[in-house]
């Protein structure tokens, strides 16, 4: 095995995404808390939900290993606001650079896509962190939203799907052009 998909998922979102990536490019994919020792690897693609400014597992994966020289890593962010956003990129690449090592970060490849919410499948943790947002954001005038704030306040209590598996080109281009 010259590759792997590493994924970091609560509610789906990031697993549906590496198992259309890895049916895309044959390459496996498996739970970071199941990853093999990735020193031998060429490619290491993390894909990781967005949870309180943080991608799942990125940081525990990291730091159990120490990546060579010759090693990619491709880095895939999943989250509920639109990676198309400016402000929500710059947002998820900060939060991006306390959880990686400069060095590292500085050689990845950095991906967004949009997941999936279904308020009825969080725990009572993330509904309880939802609501007080949803409560702060009630106080404040729509025209004080952000796009963020907008995007959740238009999914707050509902189910909304934003996962597009045409969004994982750009992702397989750049495996490809890596493996070639």
């Not at 609560?10 to 490019?25: I, P």
């Not at 159990?64 to 895939?76: A, C, P, Y």
């Not at 725990?123 to 007080?132: C, K, N, P, Q, V």
Request: aromatic letters at 8%; hydrophobic letters at 40%; charged letters at 25%.
């Amino acid at each position: 095995m010259k590759s792997v998909i590493l994924y970091g998922s609560r509610y789906g979102s990031a697993r549906r995404y590496a198992q259309e990536l890895s049916k895309q490019t044959d390459i496996p994919a498996v739970s970071y808390q199941e990853a093999p020792p990735l020193s031998k690897l060429e490619t290491i693609v993390y894909i990781g939900a967005l949870y309180a400014g943080g991608v799942l597992g990125l940081t525990k994966t990291l730091r159990r290993q120490s990546f060579g020289e010759h090693q990619r890593l491709v880095i895939v962010t999943v989250g509920l606001a639109d990676p198309d956003i400016l402000q929500n990129r710059e947002n998820i690449r900060n939060a991006l650079q306390k959880q990686i090592p400069a060095q590292l970060y500085g050689r990845a490849a950095v991906f967004h896509l949009r997941g999936a919410i279904d308020y009825q499948a969080l725990s009572l943790g993330h509904r309880t962190m939802m609501a007080l947002l949803h409560r702060s954001l009630q106080k404040k005038s729509a025209e004080e939203w952000n796009e963020e704030d907008r995007a959740l306040m238009e999914t707050y209590g509902k189910r909304a799907d934003f996962a597009d598996f045409a969004s994982l080109r750009p992702i397989v281009n750049e495996i490809q052009g890596d493996t070639e």
